[in-house]
């Protein structure tokens, strides 16, 4: 796999930009973050990860609920169709009655919000004058209310990049979902340890115009939201989703992009499956096929079948499963036209077919044309005669358990008329190539959104946005200049400006005498240095208690202790939880230390004068625990030997 995806990277240009502008590629990101708050955000249960064997387990079925306008959200008709069965696993120290929507909400969690206004701040944007908690649908289980509940914080906001501004179309907090487990056929498994956990979603304009832009501004907004230190760190604190169009085509959502890097292969494939689509609705076209003149022909044929040797027919007629075959009429061979890498456009129906018949065993259907699909010509022809097709007929062949059968037969027609209109508006899930996209679910519309009665409006103070601007943290790019400033080296700059401890690093310095590069040394390259030595020696990787790192940083300028013995002091706070920062050494202790090395040493001859006195200081700081000045043992060493 690595191979192959390494041969589909070789030689573009994802910031081709002039390539980009002829496909008219547009691109915005949906970036959701977890927000590091004690508790949950409409209760009072602790955030906290769970893996272990869940207290209790309950069984639910979601329904949909009409919008405020009669209607019925798409998303949520198609997640109904599915009839799943959705099982969540509850812990009784992290879940309460809130979660599975059997008590009112607890008022929203006020630190959560203090931080997202912050955040907004830092995003330039205008805040609203009350904050509006509205429910936004989910049928999919992995909220089991069946909806979650998000509130617009700040809009048209802006960063900057190169030389232009990305547009901020808003911020929102919202509570997070439970976390998936397994998804097989009719059952979806969830965790609800992260169920409720406060988060925001950063909604950019779509004013990126290359797949390396989309990756750059997706670093940029990383960066700016670990600097706020306001955000959860680790594996699944983050995720981002990529919007991505192109001329002609609605915008498509790729949901949970893993890695930054991977946006690029990610939004450049999908902007050539549009054109590969629109390519499509033009042949389609040309052929007389639209959506007024679309037709389809259907029948069973499990009985015709019933000789076949292809494993996967045996397999299906075993099951007892009806086999449907369903001619597209007039569509020829443009059943296989390329999509993506390795991919065609039957791979869409397949999609199709996983997600909402939830017929999931891959394949779950075949293209009957000749090219490879383990059906006998005799076969094929049997069908083909049955159903009636001609030669410029495409036929696909169908199956399914029970009502599985029909609902697979329904999409796969639902999905090929989509075609001759071109680039259906959907949401997609990456594959595990992060190159390639397959389809998850029909992208949601306004309909899905309507007020929550159960909470009150949040007026937002101006001594409240007083208060929060006044803490607010710098932006990346500031805190940078800053430490370069102060001498920190443009790499460690970079960074410390995003580290856990920025702002503790920004009060130590705000002493003008302070050895700013030593504390960017000690902060971030010394402690990652001590994390991986505890990591290989079988440790936690946990960090220090802020409060007394800082005590020791601060105590150790302050004596100005040696950096060898500063970085042992820091090594005992991790092993220990103990601040000791030793004394230096006074000259004259030096000085008798150095009487004992040169006794001990009087043999000791090196080829040159400068390599012996590098041994000879180093005798000395060992005897002295580190805590000599190196200078001042160079400095006697020097002396005695004359150099």
Wanted: proline share 6%.
């Amino acid at each position: 796999m690595d191979a192959w995806r390494k041969s589909l990277l070789e030689g573009l240009r994802f910031d081709d930009l002039g390539y980009y502008q002829s496909l008219g590629f547009k691109s915005g990101l949906e970036i959701h973050h977890q927000l590091d708050t004690r508790t949950k955000l409409f209760c009072h249960c602790p955030v906290r990860y769970r893996n272990d064997a869940p207290d209790a387990v309950i069984l639910r079925h979601m329904r949909p609920t009409l919008s405020e306008m009669g209607t019925y959200d798409g998303t949520a008709l198609m997640e109904f169709k599915t009839r799943k069965q959705v099982v969540y696993h509850l812990y009784r120290d992290n879940v309460c009655t809130y979660e599975m929507d059997d008590t009112p909400p607890f008022p929203i969690n006020q630190e959560a919000l203090d931080f997202a206004i912050e955040i907004a701040l830092m995003l330039n944007c205008k805040l609203v004058d009350e904050v509006h908690i509205t429910r936004k649908q989910y049928l999919d289980g992995s909220i089991p209310t069946g909806f979650q509940r998000t509130a617009i914080v700040g809009v048209d906001g802006w960063v900057p990049y190169r030389d232009r501004k990305i547009r901020i179309q808003q911020l929102a907090i919202e509570e997070d979902a439970c976390r998936e487990v397994s998804d097989v056929g009719h059952q979806v498994v969830f965790r609800t340890d992260r169920l409720s956990t406060p988060l925001i979603e950063i909604v950019t304009k779509p004013d990126m115009r290359t797949p390396h832009e989309v990756a750059e501004v997706d670093e940029l907004l990383g960066r700016l939201l670990r600097s706020s230190g306001r955000v959860r760190r680790g594996l699944g604190s983050a995720r981002q989703d990529v919007n991505v169009s192109i001329t002609g085509s609605d915008r498509v959502e790729t949901k949970g992009v893993p890695r930054t890097p991977d946006i690029r292969a990610l939004t450049h494939y999908e902007a050539l499956r549009h054109k590969a689509l629109i390519e499509l609705r033009d042949e389609l076209k040309k052929r007389g096929i639209t959506t007024e003149t679309f037709r389809t022909k259907e029948r069973e044929v499990t009985g015709i079948l019933s000789s076949s040797r292809n494993p996967r027919i045996a397999e299906i007629r075993k099951l007892g499963w009806p086999l449907v075959a369903i001619a597209l009429k007039g569509w020829g061979p443009l059943l296989r036209h390329k999509t993506q890498p390795g991919m065609t456009f039957a791979h869409e129906l397949a999609g199709r077919v996983r997600v909402i018949a939830c017929v999931d065993e891959m394949p779950n259907l075949f293209v009957l044309d000749g090219l490879g699909e383990g059906f006998s010509v005799e076969d094929e022809t049997r069908v083909r005669k049955a159903i009636g097709a001609t030669d410029d007929d495409a036929v696909v062949l169908a199956w399914g358990p029970g009502e599985d059968a029909r609902t697979s037969v329904n999409e796969i027609i639902a999905r090929a008329k989509e075609a001759t209109i071109g680039v259906p508006a959907e949401t997609r899930q990456h594959l595990p190539d992060a190159c390639r996209t397959d389809f998850e679910r029909i992208l949601p519309g306004p309909d899905r959104m309507y007020p929550d009665t159960d909470s009150p409006p949040v007026p937002i103070a101006r001594d409240r946005i007083a208060r929060i601007t006044a803490q607010r943290a710098l932006r990346p790019w500031e805190r940078e200049e800053l430490y370069v400033a102060r001498g920190v080296p443009v790499g460690l700059a970079r960074q410390l400006a995003i580290h856990r401890h920025a702002r503790m690093f920004e009060r130590l310095i705000a002493d003008k005498t302070a050895d700013a590069l030593l504390l960017a040394v000690a902060i971030c390259e010394w402690q990652t240095a001590i994390r991986r030595e505890r990591a290989l020696a079988g440790k936690p990787r946990c960090w220090p208690d802020e409060a007394q790192l800082e005590q020791l940083l601060k105590e150790g300028l302050a004596k100005k202790t040696p950096r060898p013995a500063l970085l042992l002091a820091l090594k005992k706070l991790y092993a220990e939880g103990i601040v000791e920062v030793p004394e230096p050494l006074a000259h004259r202790e030096v000085g008798e230390i150095w009487a004992r090395v040169q006794e001990a040493s009087k043999d000791v001859k090196y080829k040159t004068a400068s390599l012996t006195a590098d041994y000879l200081t180093g005798r000395i700081m060992k005897e002295s625990g580190w805590r000599a000045s190196p200078a001042d043992a160079r400095g006697i060493v020097g002396k005695h030997l004359s150099i």
